[in-house]
T-cell receptor, first 112, second 113 residues
Framework: AQTVTQSQPEMSVQEAETVTLSCTYD???????LFWYKQPPSRQMILVIR??????QNATENRFSVNFQKAAKSFSLKISDSQLGDAAMYFC?????????FGTGTRLTIIP | DVKVTQSSRYLVKRTGEKVFLECVQD?????MFWYRQDPGLGLRLIYF???????EKGDIPEGYSVSREKKERFSLILESASTNQTSMYLC????????????FGPGTRLTVT
C-alpha cells in the first residue's frame, strides 16, 4: 500500500520569506500523480499544485513550486514571498488510480 | 466553478442514532468520495463511488455505509453512531481521469455524545 509521510507537523515563516514543506511517499509504481492541497482555517480544501510523475520538470504555480525527486520519492513544496493568506494546513497526496492517499498534514503559520 | 456542497456544517447526534450526511456536486463528476479528517491522522478514505449505485470500500469503512442513487449525490450513513465517530467528514468529487484533482466540500463536523 502506498504511504505518504509529512514529517513536519508544524512550520512557521516570516511574512515575505520562503518556506519549504517536506513530503515523502512510498510506491512501487512509476506512473502516478502527486498533489499539494491547502486547507485554510474553517475553509474548504483547495488544490495548490500538481505534479505528474513521468514529467521531470518541476511544477510551478505563481509563488508555489515543487522539488520533485522521483528516485528519492520526495515531493516538497516551496512557498516564496509568504503571505498572511498562506496560513493553513497543507496536505501532500499521492494518486495512482481513483484514490488519493494523504499525508498527515503540516500546519503553516505566517508571522507578520 | 465546481461546487461540492454538504448538507450540514455542524451536527450533534446521540450515541446509537442513525446519521445521514449528504453531499451534492454540480459538475457531472463520475467519482465521489467520503473522507474522515482527524488531527494527526490526515484524511482517511471511508468509501468512494465511481458510478451510480457503485461503491467501493476505502481504508476505514467499518461502521459506515454509503448510497449513490443519483450521479450528483453521495450519502454517508452511520447506522448506529458511536462516540469514536466524532470527527470532521469531508466529501469530494472528481472526474474519472486520475490526472484531475479532487474537489472538496466544506466539511461536516459531527459530534456524537
Amino acid at each position: 500500500a502506498q504511504t505518504v509521510t509529512q514529517s513536519q507537523p508544524e512550520m512557521s515563516v516570516q511574512e515575505a520569506e520562503t518556506v519549504t514543506l517536506s513530503c515523502t511517499y512510498d510506491t512501487s509504481e512509476s506512473d502516478y500523480y502527486l498533489f499539494w492541497y491547502k486547507q485554510p482555517p474553517s475553509r474548504q480544501m483547495i488544490l495548490v499544485i500538481r505534479q505528474e510523475a513521468y514529467k521531470q520538470q518541476n511544477a510551478t504555480e505563481n509563488r508555489f513550486s515543487v522539488n520533485f525527486q522521483k528516485a528519492a520519492k520526495s515531493f516538497s513544496l516551496k512557498i516564496s514571498d509568504s503571505q498572511l493568506g498562506d496560513a493553513a494546513m497543507y496536505f501532500c497526496a499521492y494518486r495512482r488510480n481513483e484514490k488519493l492517499t494523504f499525508g498527515t498534514g503540516t500546519r503553516l503559520t505566517i508571522i507578520p | 466553478d465546481v461546487k461540492v456542497t454538504q448538507s450540514s456544517r455542524y451536527l450533534v447526534k446521540r450515541t446509537g442514532e442513525k446519521v445521514f450526511l449528504e453531499c451534492v456536486q454540480d459538475m457531472d463528476h463520475e467519482n465521489m468520495f467520503w473522507y474522515r479528517q482527524d488531527p494527526g491522522l490526515g484524511l482517511r478514505l471511508i468509501y468512494f463511488s465511481y458510478d451510480v449505485k457503485m461503491k467501493e470500500k476505502g481504508d476505514i469503512p467499518e461502521g459506515y455505509s454509503v448510497s449513490r442513487e443519483k450521479k450528483e449525490r453521495f450519502s454517508l450513513i452511520l447506522e448506529s453512531a458511536s462516540t469514536n465517530q466524532t470527527s470532521m467528514y469531508l466529501c469530494a468529487s472528481s472526474l474519472l481521469d486520475r490526472s484531475y484533482e479532487q474537489y472538496f466540500g466544506p466539511g461536516t463536523r459531527l459530534t456524537v455524545t
